[in-house]
Nanobody, 118 residues
Framework: QLVESGGGLVQPGGSLKLSCAAPRTITSVYNTYVMGWYRQAPGKQRELVAAITSSRTPNYADSVRGRFTISRDNSRKTVSLQMNNLKPEDTAVYYC???????????WGRGTQVTISS
């Protein structure tokens, strides 16, 4: 299972960095996975925040483009999400995702809470 860390409570305009470590079951084939971050706010569906391919090509939701940066370390089998200029509407549980490009199967973390409030 993927393991997330770095959530918390910050004021609007603040920053947080989320990190995710891949489990041993996929570390040997880490480069066959697109890594991503999703979020789910109360009463809403889970949505894609950002994703990054093994060649480090990123993709962002319009709502976070220019504020969030996704990165991955293929040697350490980790993916991170740097979140700047956070807004109250960014409040959600953030989930790390690994999608196998060959099978389209998904692996998920348990999620980490991010709360933006003054």
């Amino acid at each position: 299972q993927l393991v997330e860390s770095g959530g918390g409570l910050v004021q609007p305009g603040g920053s947080l960095k989320l990190s995710c470590a891949a489990p041993r079951t996929i570390t040997s084939v880490y480069n066959t996975y697109v890594m991503g971050w999703y979020r789910q706010a109360p009463g809403k569906q889970r949505e894609l925040v950002a994703a990054i391919t093994s060649s480090r090509t990123p993709n962002y939701a319009d709502s976070v483009r220019g504020r969030f940066t996704i990165s991955r370390d293929n040697s350490r089998k980790t993916v991170s999400l740097q979140m700047n200029n956070l807004k109250p509407e960014d409040t959600a549980v953030y989930y790390c995702n690994a999608r196998n490009v060959n099978t389209n199967s998904d692996s998920w973390g348990r999620g980490t809470q991010v709360t933006i409030s003054s």
